[in-house]
Structure formats: structure tokens, C-alpha cells
């Protein structure tokens, strides 16, 4: 089993920082990339940031210069720090990683339940 587990979702004020985690745990062999996406009422689940495990980062346009994500291989931790936060950015965030359980496994995308950031005006 694997699972991932997100935390450091809240409420803040436009303007305002959070800085989320998610720690993946379980039988897991390694870890490719590690990205975290967000999914707003009536919206689908969209892409915001992603690393892989060389370091290699890319961003949704909407969260460039505001969002920065960063990974602790050590730990199987990704975080995503987040500034300059704008209501539009209120959704449930959800933690992704591809991992390999066992050596020879392939790559399967896991996906932790969430952690709500609303952000007020």
C-alpha cells in the first residue's frame, strides 16, 4: 500500500502565504515526479506545479512567480509554497506522485484526498 498525505491547507487573506506538504509512505521502491494539482467548485482539477525527482520544476501561468514547489527525496516529501495568494486560487489542492512499489514495478500515479486553501478577499 501507498499513500499519500497532504497538509497545511487553511484560510488566508488575499496577500497572504501557506505552505502545503504531502508525504508519500508505504511499500515504495521510488519516485518519479511529484506535482500537485487543484480542483475549484464547479471546475475540473487542473494543473499547478510540478518536480521531478532531478529537480526540474514546471508551472501552470496562472501561479508563476507566486507558487514555488520543491521535493525532499530523503523524506518522499513534496511541499508547495505558496504567496501572494489571490481568492481564485480557493480550491482543494491534491498531492500526485509516480512510483515504482518494488524494483521492476512500473510507474503508477497516487493521488492523495486533499487539503482545502480558501482564500478570502
Known amino acids: 500500500q501507498v499513500h499519500l498525505v497532504e497538509s497545511g491547507g487553511g484560510l488566508v487573506q488575499a496577500g497572504g502565504s501557506l505552505r502545503l506538504s504531502c508525504a508519500a509512505s508505504?511499500?515504495?521502491?521510488?519516485?518519479?515526479?511529484m506535482g500537485w494539482y487543484r480542483q475549484a467548485p464547479g471546475k475540473q482539477r487542473e494543473l499547478v506545479a510540478t518536480v521531478t525527482n532531478g529537480g526540474s520544476t514546471n508551472y501552470a501561468d496562472s501561479v508563476k512567480g507566486r507558487f514555488t514547489i520543491s521535493r525532499d527525496n530523503a523524506k518522499n516529501t513534496v511541499y508547495l509554497q505558496m504567496n501572494s495568494l489571490k481568492p481564485e486560487d480557493t480550491a482543494v489542492y491534491y498531492c500526485?506522485?509516480?512510483?515504482?512499489?518494488?524494483?521492476?514495478?512500473?510507474?503508477?500515479?497516487?493521488w492523495g484526498r486533499g487539503t482545502l486553501v480558501t482564500v478570502s478577499s
Open positions: 500526485q506522485a509516480e512510483i515504482r512499489r518494488f524494483r521492476g514495478d512500473y510507474d503508477m500515479d497516487y
Open positions: 508505504g511499500r515504495i521502491f521510488s519516485i518519479s515526479a
